[in-house]
């Protein structure tokens, strides 16, 4: 059974950073093979992708709102990928989304909560 498990998220004050962190587990195939990305969705908004990276990172692609100070990164040794933010502003404020891609199969975890606010 696939899991992917987000981790990091939480209140923060305007301007801080912060890192989130996706633990994979389940997969039948190798995690490396895997596109990694990571989505928010704020309220009332469509979910959208913030970055992703490509099997055995060799790509990575960001969301103008977040290119300059955000980086995506992953550990296929750990089955893992994180997404460090800098200079967070009440803008970022979502439900932040990990997920998984092969071919045609998606997985995707059950977010963890991210609010700007001071």
């Known amino acids: 059974q696939v899991q992917l498990v987000e981790s990091g998220g939480g209140l923060v004050q305007p301007g801080e950073s912060l890192r989130l962190s996706c633990v994979a587990s389940?997969?039948?195939?190798?995690?490396?093979?895997?596109?990694m990305s990571w989505y928010r969705q704020a309220p009332g908004k469509e979910r959208e992708l913030v970055a992703a990276?490509?099997?055995?990172?060799?790509?990575?692609n960001y969301a103008e709102s977040v290119k300059g100070r955000g980086t995506i990164s992953r550990d296929d040794a750990k089955n893992t990928v994180s997404l460090e933010m800098g200079s967070l502003t009440p803008e970022d404020t979502a439900v932040y989304y990990c997920?998984?891609?092969?071919?045609?199969?998606?997985?995707w975890g059950q977010g963890t909560q991210v609010t700007v606010s001071s």
């Open positions: 997920n998984a891609r092969i071919f045609n199969n998606e997985y």
């Open positions: 990276i490509t099997s055995a990172g060799g790509r990575t």
């Open positions: 389940g997969f039948t195939s190798f995690f490396s093979s895997f596109v």
